[in-house]
């Protein structure tokens, strides 16, 4: 943290004190109900009024989406929202909600959108005040997200859509939702359109929600269904026809690789000591006893443990190595293995965690007696998510064949 | 001390990392490897040591060698991740030479002080050396050695010295009064004899060396303080060179898996062998970032240089495992065969997988600095 505030132009040395200022009088303290771990799993609306109000005040203090320009509701800075985000872990604050909104539709939306849509949406997108979700993946598009069947069709100036997404996380709370369909069955790629559409207002009225659970037992993530839905012509982004170009922004943004940084807070329900995955695994493997022994001393899962650390520790000095160009063969080749490694380390140290934990990796969220308050268990469920989202690890092995070493196309 | 984002890789580093690419690209393409150092495939051929001698002067003349050794000895005094480059672009071109016992001489004798400069002097005016520290189990970490010291002669054998007959000096760990103490000697020294190991690496030669009343000059009675310090550049620069093989072993496996048509399409169609090689190339690309991280903290960041080191050579050590593996299974009936050329780079990075401490090895090693002592 310090390696970072060090660098700061007299700019952001400023704004960064006036983050540290305003977080040290406004940080909102031990929350009112118990929050979950991630945006993705709100369940209440108990949880969400509280989380809600903190990202509107930390809108209202200049602290999110203060690199977008300042006719759109933004801060009109340089560089900024990666300070804001520093000091936020630093901070240990609770998270913002509107997660999908500014990672994904605020850029989309930035880049894409018309000027007077980008006015009126985006300032309340940024207070949190309207909630967004995404609709790209579908019954029968998931890895393959080109083959989107949701359909809109043209009724004068405006569009009738049918169709039915899944994986829509937030969408029971959602006011806006990005929409990725089909205007044209003819072509694949050149055939898909992309919106923003109103869904909160819609339901029963031709859009419904429904929960779907997870493995972990935690909700938060949703089907919707299309029945007739009309929507205007004005809430399209970009030309018709140029829907896969528009996701590619999203999806550029959604995996960190965008121009756009994304406002992030969090912290504050971490029952984690440490900033990496495996210093957490290694507190765990100090800790935990096997035989009359810290599971620490055993060489078996020292090894094993230290795999993990290296892999980590590899993956962080990738990221590091993505940004010096004469040590690269390839540009993507390194960046573009950043998401199929963050998932699979963190899967396979949850799952080495559990294996620390040994017979008390049984014990789950709600009993007293779980190491770590159950996380771990939890984390290792989750970490399938991550694994599956966003593109296959299969699907993300395939693209590094193709793209980075040449290799045929894969059917 | 903090590390600079860009690992100290500047414009110097990467100009030598592009003309070695250059020199061995065209002066040592893999044929010419193959036509030197594969003559003779009799699994009971006795030890060779085939490599170009000139080429050799070149690089010498070119100053390579003496890169690491500091300034004040008459040396370049490059960075470590600037030599780290130009060794990886040697273990790409799998080159027969002493560069690699070359470097780790200069580490080892850098950590000597005063009374290191007379030899260090010597690399700086173009001699090459070698380590001669292991004992006959292969171990050099706890001090061990099969030398002993005493009135400044030599007697007793070490193990596992590599390029052994390439060499004019070998910096010799003994085991004097003051406990574990280095020498320097010359090649040449009455009473040594180079005994070649017969080994299955075709690009490198082995030997054990027999020490009989040797005349050595000593360069540190603290021998076991001056490896503790070199040790970490050394592993090092040996995954710096099994990165540089293992891309040479990703890219020929990819471009005959790209060629090569089974069942109507090129290998590479099928995810089953795309995959793997997919996960060539990460294993790879850890190893890489974790061979310049490690050489920027021996520069730049000493209190962490041990422990990057140590995640660089276990890092290497699979990679080397693991991309040998995938080219010759993915190569097919033709990669089992001595006229493919995908054998000497699997032979080359067994042997270098296994040297100076394999991966579990190294993990231990940073379990204890991680985790404390084991059980």
């Not at chain 1, 790629?189 to 429904?210: E, H």
């Not at chain 2, 040449?188 to 075709?202: E, H, K, Q, R």
Request: charged share 20%; hydrophobic share 40%.
């Amino acid at each position: 943290m310090s390696d970072s505030a060090s660098k700061d132009t007299p700019e952001q040395a400023a704004y960064r004190q006036h983050c540290r200022d305003w977080l040290q009088d406004n940080h909102p303290g031990e929350p009112p109900v118990r929050l979950p771990l991630s945006a993705l799993e709100i369940m209440t609306p108990e949880q969400l009024a509280y989380l809600q109000a903190w990202q509107k005040s930390a809108f209202d203090a200049g602290l999110v989406g203060c690199d977008y320009p300042e006719n759109v509701g933004g801060g009109g800075r340089t560089d900024c929202q990666r300070i804001v985000n520093e000091e936020m872990i630093r901070a240990r604050t609770p998270f913002f909600p509107n997660v999908i909104g500014l990672g994904m539709a605020a850029p989309t939306v930035l880049f894409h959108g018309q000027e007077e849509l980008k006015q009126r949406l985006l300032p309340r997108l940024f207070s949190g005040e309207d909630i967004w979700c995404q609709g790209f993946s579908e019954p029968g598009a998931g890895s393959d997200l080109a083959s989107v069947q949701t359909f809109a069709e043209r009724k004068g100036d405006k569009w009738v859509i049918n169709g039915h997404k899944v994986w829509t996380s937030l969408a029971h709370f959602a006011e806006w939702m990005i929409l990725l369909l089909r205007t044209d069955k003819s072509h694949k790629y050149d055939g898909l359109s992309y919106f923003v559409v109103p869904i909160r207002s819609a339901l029963g009225k031709g859009v419904s929600v429904r929960p779907l659970i997870k493995i972990t037992g935690e909700t938060g993530f949703n089907e919707v269904i299309f029945e007739d839905l009309e929507v205007d012509d004005g809430y399209r982004l970009d030309e018709l026809g140029k829907g896969w170009q528009v996701a590619m922004t999203t999806l550029l943004h959604e995996r960190g690789a965008g121009e756009l940084q994304t406002p992030r807070a969090g912290g504050l329900k971490s029952k984690s000591t440490h900033a990496t995955n495996t210093a957490n695994l290694i507190e765990l493997a100090q800790n935990t006893l096997r035989d009359g022994r810290p599971a620490a001393s055993d060489p078996l899962l020292r090894d094993r443990i230290m795999r993990q650390v290296i892999r980590e520790a590899g993956l962080q000095q990738n990221q590091r190595r993505a940004r010096v160009p004469a040590l690269l063969d390839h540009p993507m080749r390194v960046q573009l293995q950043n998401k199929l490694l963050a998932s699979e380390i963190a899967q396979d140290t949850a799952a080495l965690a559990l294996e620390v934990e040994g017979p008390s990796a049984s014990l789950y969220l709600g009993d007293d007696n779980a190491p770590a308050g159950g996380q771990w268990p939890l984390a290792y469920m989750n970490s399938y998510g991550m694994t599956i989202a966003a593109g296959t690890s299969e699907v993300q092995r395939n693209i590094l064949g193709e793209r980075v070493l040449g290799l045929p196309k894969s059917k | 001390m903090t590390q600079p984002d860009n690992f100290g890789f500047g414009e110097e580093a990467s100009l030598l990392k592009e003309s070695a690419r250059k020199f061995f690209a065209d002066n040592f393409p893999c044929d010419r490897l193959h036509a030197m150092v594969a003559g003779d495939p009799n699994p009971e051929r006795m030890s060779a040591c085939h490599w170009d001698q000139s080429l050799w002067q070149q690089m010498v003349d070119l100053g390579w060698t003496v890169l690491a050794v500091p300034e004040s000895a008459g040396g370049l005094g490059m960075p470590l991740v600037a030599v780290a480059g130009l060794v990886e672009e040697l273990g790409r071109a799998a080159f027969p030479c002493p560069l690699l016992g070359t470097l780790n001489a200069t580490y080892a004798l850098a950590a000597c002080g005063a009374d290191g400069e007379a030899a260090l002097a010597e690399i700086a005016a173009g001699l090459a050396a070698s380590l001669a520290i292991s004992d006959r189990d292969g171990s050099w970490a706890g001090g061990s050695t099969d030398v002993a010291a005493a009135d400044g002669k030599l007697n007793g054998t070490a193990w596992f010295v590599q390029d052994a007959r390439k060499v004019d000096r070998f910096l010799v760990a003994a085991q004097s009064a003051a406990g574990l103490s280095l020498y320097w000697v010359a090649a040449d020294a009455t009473g040594l004899s180079i005994m070649p190991d017969a080994i299955v690496d075709l690009t490198r030669d082995q030997a054990h060396i027999q020490f009989d009343n040797v005349e050595a000059q000593e360069v540190s009675n603290s021998g076991l303080a001056v490896l503790h310090q070199a040790m970490p550049a050394i592993w090092t620069m040996l995954a710096a060179d099994i990165v540089g093989a293992a891309e040479w072993q990703l890219q020929t496996t990819v471009e005959y898996v790209t060629t090569r048509q089974q069942f109507e399409h090129p290998l590479g169609f099928f995810q089953a062998v795309k995959h793997p090689l997919v996960d060539v190339m990460i294993q790879i690309d850890e190893c890489k970032s974790l061979v310049y991280t490690a050489a920027c903290a021996i520069d730049c960041e000493p209190e962490k240089a041990v422990q990057y080191a140590h995640m660089a050579k276990a890092s290497a050590s699979d990679t080397a495992a693991f991309a040998s593996g995938r080219s010759v299974q993915c190569h097919g009936g033709i990669g089992f065969t001595w006229e493919c050329f995908v054998h000497l780079y699997f032979k080359r990075q067994k042997h270098s997988q296994l040297l100076w401490g394999d991966a579990a090895w190294h993990r231990a090693q940073l379990a204890t600095i991680l985790l404390g002592d084991a059980a």
